[in-house]
């Protein structure tokens, strides 16, 4: 596609940001501006010459402004081909005369109204038909106009223009087109959610993702697999989608997998919490008033298993902690906090060891991060995806029914609510053992119950004596609760569900241990 020189154009914007600007520099080119409403009220306040719509299609804005712009003369000069002869008789023949460039933007379609049927007629009032109707057309002849639907553009179209003396390229017409496409497609895709009633519904009978690729990775799963992270739109939550990196080299797919899992398991806590996973795996994980402790604690919980670790932190990540991290053989590959210190991060990439590797990331959201993120959650599987609502919070004792003889101390009670929290989210088979609201030992992904207990006795070691342990799964067999017994384990919280269940209770109160069911209450 050629370069065409702009000669007029046609500016009705909902967003007004820049547009004031922009129009000046469409002046420095003599290029005629045509306008509606508030934007050619605004653009004439700022001494910038415009003809109103309705003088210059000499038919009136009707209907309280529903009508401005659906009018022959003005979607003529818009869709007329300029190099078809029947096009240019048929434009001389009613006045039609071409418009090069279309600016406009749609006026919000607030989605979330449609779930109250009090606002439903206003958000259904305030869908766009002429802005749409502008882009749409401008869009499809893309050849012969340009099409801008976002302010971010104006700057790079008056560049080009400036290189151009005027003009504009076929590359960047093209490139704005499709962008008008893009916004059309969702701005309906909401509307028509919102018809079908389905805007209240957790899973509707249809979804659509709208994701947009924010960096590339440096590499997939295995090395010859390329990778990228894509961001939902408008996240307004503390997640690592949205992670600021403050340090380090670009992270791989793995590093996202391992950072997720590590803020999504620091965020059950209230108390000052650190977490340490490897592999996908929690390796330690600690609460504790003081947050350098807290990661102190959680890094005794397995110091080797810890090396090249990710570590997450649901508080402020300051000076003191840093110091923590920077002692002994410690070494870390990701450390997620809701904000980072200055010189906290001064003291962890001047480590001579790891600072320069170390990737540091910022979630940008000031005190604390605690609680679920209330996203809806996808899993892909070929051909399709697995969806399921949002993650609640992990219950703690408020589902927890003793079911043996022994009752939990609260010490007993506070450490099989925390060893509870970490075991959701281990995969199954998976065992945690936890003391003093710290993880002394973690068996995971075993395929027999038993298995995962003695990977946990043997990471805990003395440890084990006197502590608790939490399994994610029920136990089929009486193997795994005898194992954990015989390792000093005092009480023991699964959730239940097994034929086998009273053997197990039963076994619990012939070796007076301590045993509670997880029953779920939502």
């Not at 933007?105 to 979330?112: I, K, M, Q, R, V």
Request: aromatic letters at 6%; hydrophobic letters at 45%; proline letters at 4%.
């Amino acid at each position: 596609m050629a370069e065409r020189r702009i000669l007029r154009a046609l500016i009705s914007v909902s967003d007004k940001t820049g547009i004031v600007d922009f129009a000046r520099t469409l002046k420095k080119w003599s290029i005629e501006i045509i306008s509606t409403g508030g934007t050619a009220n605004m653009l004439a306040d700022a001494g910038i010459d415009v003809v109103q719509v309705s003088r210059y299609a000499d038919f009136p804005e009707i209907l309280d402004g529903r009508v401005k712009t659906l009018h022959p003369i003005i979607h003529g000069g818009l869709l007329a081909l300029s190099d078809n002869p029947d096009h240019q008789k048929t434009m001389r023949e009613h006045g039609i005369r071409p418009i090069d460039m279309v600016v406009s933007n749609l006026t919000p379609f607030d989605g979330e109204m449609c779930k109250n049927p009090v606002s439903r007629e206003k958000a259904l009032e305030g869908i766009d038909i002429g802005g749409h109707a502008i882009l749409r057309s401008a869009a499809k002849n893309h050849g012969y106009v340009a099409a801008l639907s976002d302010p971010a553009d104006y700057a790079m179209v008056a560049r080009k223009m400036t290189e151009l003396n005027g003009a504009l390229d076929g590359a960047t017409r093209e490139r704005l087109a499709a962008k008008v496409f893009k916004i059309l497609s969702r701005y309906d895709r909401v509307i028509a959610h919102c018809l079908s009633g389905q805007a209240s519904q957790a899973l509707p009978d249809e979804l659509f993702l709208e994701l947009e690729k924010t960096a590339e990775l440096s590499a997939g799963q295995r090395a010859a697999q390329q990778a990228a992270v894509y961001q939902e739109q408008n996240i307004a939550e503390a997640v690592i989608a949205n992670a600021r990196q403050l340090s380090g080299p670009a992270l791989s797919f793995d590093n996202f997998v391992d950072a997720n899992t590590a803020l999504k398991l620091v965020r059950e806590f209230d108390h000052p919490a650190a977490v340490i996973v490897k592999y996908n795996t929690p390796c330690g994980a600690a609460v504790h008033e003081d947050l350098a402790e807290a990661f102190g604690r959680a890094l005794g919980g397995d110091p080797r298993g810890a090396f090249k670790g990710i570590v997450a932190f649901n508080r402020p990540l300051e000076r003191k902690t840093a110091e923590a991290m920077n002692r002994g053989k410690n070494s870390f590959e990701i450390i997620v906090a809701p904000s980072v210190e200055h010189d906290a991060l001064k003291i962890l990439t001047r480590n001579p060891r790891w600072g320069s590797t170390v990737r540091v990331l910022n979630l940008m959201c000031g005190q604390q991060v605690t609680g679920g993120a209330k996203e809806t959650d996808f899993h892909r599987i070929q051909g399709g995806f697995l969806v399921q609502t949002p993650a609640a919070r992990a219950e703690g004792r408020e589902c927890f029914v003793t079911v043996s003889r022994r009752r939990p101390s609260e010490g007993e009670l506070a450490d099989l609510e925390f060893a509870w929290k970490v075991a959701l989210h281990l995969t199954s088979n998976a065992v945690v053992l936890a003391s003093g609201q710290r993880v002394v030992g973690v068996g995971a992904a075993q395929m027999k119950n038993v298995d995962a207990v003695h990977i946990a006795l043997k990471n805990a070691g003395e440890r084990a004596k006197g502590a608790v342990l939490a399994s994610g799964t029920f136990f089929p067999f009486n193997d795994a609760v005898e194992t954990a017994i015989d390792g000093g384990v005092e009480a023991i919280v699964h959730p239940g569900g097994s034929v086998n269940d009273q053997r197990v209770t039963t076994l619990a109160d012939a070796r007076h241990i301590t045993l509670v069911l997880a029953k779920a209450t939502r």
